[in-house]
Nanobody
Framework: QVQLVESGGGLVQAGGSLRLSCAAS????????MGWYRQAPGKQRELVAV???????TYADSVKGRFTISRDNANNTLYLQMNSLKPEDTAVYYC????????????????WGQGTQVTVSS
C-alpha cells in the first residue's frame, strides 16, 4: 500500500503565503517524480509543478515566480511554497507520485493524494 498525506491548505488573503506538504510512504522502492496539481470548481485538473528524481522542475506559467516546489528525498516528502497568492489560485491541490514498487519492477505506478483545499480571498 502507498499513502500520500497532504497538509498545509487553508484560507489566506490575496498576497499571502501557504506551504503545502505531501509525505509519501508505503511500498515505494524508488520515486520517479512527484508533483502538485490543482482543480478549481468547474475546471479540469491542471499541473502546478513537478519535481523529478534527477532534480528537474517544471512549473505552470501561471505560478512561475510565485510558487516553489522542493523535495526532501530522504523522507519522500514534497513541498510547495506558494507566495503572492491570488484568488485564481483557489482550488483543491493534489499531490501525485509516479514510482517503482521494487528493484525488479519495470512498471511505473501512479498514486494520487486525497487533496487539500486552498482558498484565496480577495
Amino acid at each position: 500500500q502507498v499513502q500520500l498525506v497532504e497538509s498545509g491548505g487553508g484560507l489566506v488573503q490575496a498576497g499571502g503565503s501557504l506551504r503545502l506538504s505531501c509525505a509519501a510512504s508505503g511500498s515505494i522502492f524508488r520515486i520517479q517524480d512527484m508533483g502538485w496539481y490543482r482543480q478549481a470548481p468547474g475546471k479540469q485538473r491542471e499541473l502546478v509543478a513537478v519535481n523529478t528524481s534527477d532534480g528537474r522542475t517544471t512549473y505552470a506559467d501561471s505560478v512561475k515566480g510565485r510558487f516553489t516546489i522542493s523535495r526532501d528525498n530522504a523522507n519522500n516528502t514534497l513541498y510547495l511554497q506558494m507566495n503572492s497568492l491570488k484568488p485564481e489560485d483557489t482550488a483543491v491541490y493534489y499531490c501525485k507520485t509516479r514510482y517503482y514498487r521494487s528493484y525488479s519492477s519495470s512498471i511505473l505506478l501512479v498514486y494520487w493524494g486525497q487533496g487539500t483545499q486552498v482558498t484565496v480571498s480577495s
